[in-house]
């Protein structure tokens, strides 16, 4: 049997393809858990900064498994804790990740990609929560992580009619981050990832804390989060390195402390 999740390290990156062609990725048990494993090494590899997550040139994926979960009861459903179960683990890796998403990402593809901290999307990208059509709704963060990005009336629309969004419109809608032409997708995914994990580790982990604390606090609360996590910056040679070599005008070499 092919392997459902493949891991590569290209310099301080770690790429996560998702590997179910046949299936076009659907995201079943053994690809979460692959997925859940590889975040797992990557974020305790010191070396790693940035993490993308990927698929493959028809789909990122095409959502849950429907043959899977097809015949699941409610008590092996609530049991289980389907379906966060081990897909959180994106969301509570401390390092950025980034979602390459070509071609469909629906349903719980969709939900896989917003958990990821920013989505570059090929030009042939197509999102969408279609969960409607099989009489279910979205159950990993559609209805939730979908409003907040691209709005109520889009969210409504897309979750309530099943349509799907092209990438441009994505991009209009702050679903994506950067449209890109397909056949560039991971290099430039890749140089963004290179550039992020060449900064300061405790900073890069730092900036993703805050500005995740914006979805999750009042605005003075997250500023005021924002001004403390600041202040501890001033506590690392990092810091000290990044200003000195600005003011020396030369290249900082940060060491992640
Ligand atoms: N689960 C299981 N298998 C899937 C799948 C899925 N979500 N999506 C596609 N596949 C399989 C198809 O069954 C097909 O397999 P066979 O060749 O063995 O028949 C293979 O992938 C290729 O798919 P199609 O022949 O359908 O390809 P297409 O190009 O005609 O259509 C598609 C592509 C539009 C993505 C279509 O496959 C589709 O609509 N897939 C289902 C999308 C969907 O409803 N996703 C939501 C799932 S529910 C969910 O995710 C719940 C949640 O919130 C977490």
Same mark, same amino acid.
């Given at each position: 049997?092919?392997?459902?999740?493949?891991?590569?390290?290209? !310099?301080?990156?770690?790429?996560?393809? &998702?590997?179910?062609?046949?299936?076009?990725?659907?995201?079943?048990?053994?690809?979460?858990?692959?997925?859940?494993?590889?975040?797992?090494?990557?974020?305790?590899?010191?070396?790693?900064?940035?993490?993308?997550?990927?698929?493959?040139?028809?789909?990122?994926?095409?959502?849950?498994?429907?043959?899977?979960?097809?015949?699941?009861?409610?008590?092996?459903?609530?049991?289980?804790?389907? &379906?966060?179960?081990?897909?959180?683990?994106?969301?509570?890796?401390?390092?950025?990740?980034?979602?390459?998403?070509?071609?469909?990402?629906? !349903?719980?593809?969709?939900?896989?990609?917003?958990?990821?901290?920013?989505?570059?999307?090929?030009?042939?990208?197509?999102?969408?929560?279609?969960?409607?059509?099989?009489?279910?709704?979205?159950?990993?963060? !559609?209805?939730?992580?979908?409003?907040?990005?691209?709005?109520?009336?889009?969210?409504?629309?897309?979750?309530?009619?099943?349509?799907?969004?092209?990438?441009? /419109?994505?991009?209009?809608?702050?679903?994506?981050?950067?449209? &890109?032409? *397909?056949?560039?997708?991971? /290099?430039?995914?890749?140089?963004?990832?290179?550039? &992020?994990?060449?900064?300061?580790?405790?900073?890069?982990?730092?900036?993703?804390?805050?500005?995740?604390?914006?979805? /999750?606090?009042?605005?003075?609360?997250?500023?005021?989060?924002?001004?403390?996590?600041?202040?501890?910056?001033?506590?690392?040679?990092?810091?000290?390195?990044?200003?000195? *070599?600005?003011?020396?005008?030369?290249?900082?070499?940060?060491?992640?402390?």
């Amino acid at each position: 049997m092919s392997q459902v999740v493949l891991t590569e390290i290209h !310099g301080k990156v770690g790429l996560i393809r &998702i590997n179910r062609p046949e299936a076009m990725n659907a995201l079943n048990n053994d690809v979460v858990d692959g997925i859940a494993a590889a975040v797992d090494a990557f974020e305790a590899d010191e070396n790693i900064g940035c993490i993308v997550i990927t698929g493959n040139e028809k789909a990122f994926a095409a959502g849950a498994d429907i043959g899977f979960m097809k015949d699941f009861d409610y008590m092996h459903a609530y049991k289980t804790d389907f &379906i966060t179960r081990n897909w959180e683990r994106i969301k509570t890796t401390r390092k950025p990740v980034i979602a390459a998403v070509a071609g469909f990402a629906l !349903g719980g593809g969709c939900e896989m990609a917003m958990m990821c901290d920013m989505i570059f999307a090929a030009d042939t990208a197509k999102f969408g929560q279609p969960e409607i059509r099989l009489g279910t709704m979205p159950g990993a963060g !559609g209805t939730q992580r979908l409003p907040r990005a691209i709005g109520k009336a889009k969210a409504m629309d897309m979750c309530l009619t099943a349509r799907m969004m092209d990438a441009a /419109e994505a991009e209009k809608s702050g679903l994506v981050a950067r449209v &890109i032409a *397909a056949e560039q997708l991971m /290099e430039e995914t890749m140089k963004a990832a290179q550039t &992020i994990a060449g900064y300061s580790l405790p900073v890069i982990m730092m900036i993703k804390e805050s500005v995740n604390r914006a979805y /999750e606090s009042s605005l003075n609360e997250g500023l005021l989060f924002e001004r403390r996590v600041f202040h501890s910056a001033f506590a690392l040679e990092d810091q000290k390195e990044g200003m000195a *070599a600005f003011v020396e005008k030369r290249k900082p070499a940060f060491k992640n402390r």
